[in-house]
Nanobody, 121 residues
Framework: QVQLVESGGGLVQAGGSLRLSCAAS????????MGWYRQAPGKQRESVATITSGGRINYADSVEGRFTISRDNAKKMVYLQMSSLKPEDTGVYYC???????????????WGQGTQVTVSS
């Protein structure tokens, strides 16, 4: 049973910083892409940042220069360092991972339960 568990969310004032962590556990053969997504109230879930197993990174335009994604392949973790936070960054942040549980299984996408980030003005 694969699980992704996020941590590090909370309430912060505008201009502040937070660091989100996501740990993957269970029977995992290999992890490919990992990423962070967010969903604000009344809006669709959107991509925030993604990172491949080789370290190639993509950011949403709205967070470029303020957020930094990183990963530790040995620990099966992905992180999101968020700085200069704005009220519009408020939402539930989800991590995801494309992974295979065995050598013969296809890649599947797994999601965490989400962690709330609230930025007050």
């Amino acid at each position: 049973q694969v699980q992704l568990v996020e941590s590090g969310g909370g309430l912060v004032q505008a201009g502040g910083s937070l660091r989100l962590s996501c740990a993957a556990s269970g029977i995992i053969f290999v992890i490919n892409d990992m990423g962070w997504y967010r969903q604000a109230p009344g809006k669709q879930r959107e991509s925030v940042a993604t990172i491949t197993s080789g370290g190639r990174i993509n950011y949403a335009d709205s967070v470029e220069g303020r957020f930094t994604i990183s990963r530790d392949n040995a620990k099966k973790m992905v992180y999101l360092q968020m700085s200069s936070l704005k009220p519009e960054d408020t939402g539930v942040y989800y991590c995801n991972a494309d992974l295979r549980v065995t050598q013969i299984e296809p890649y599947r996408t797994y999601w965490g339960q989400g962690t709330q980030v609230t930025v007050s003005s």
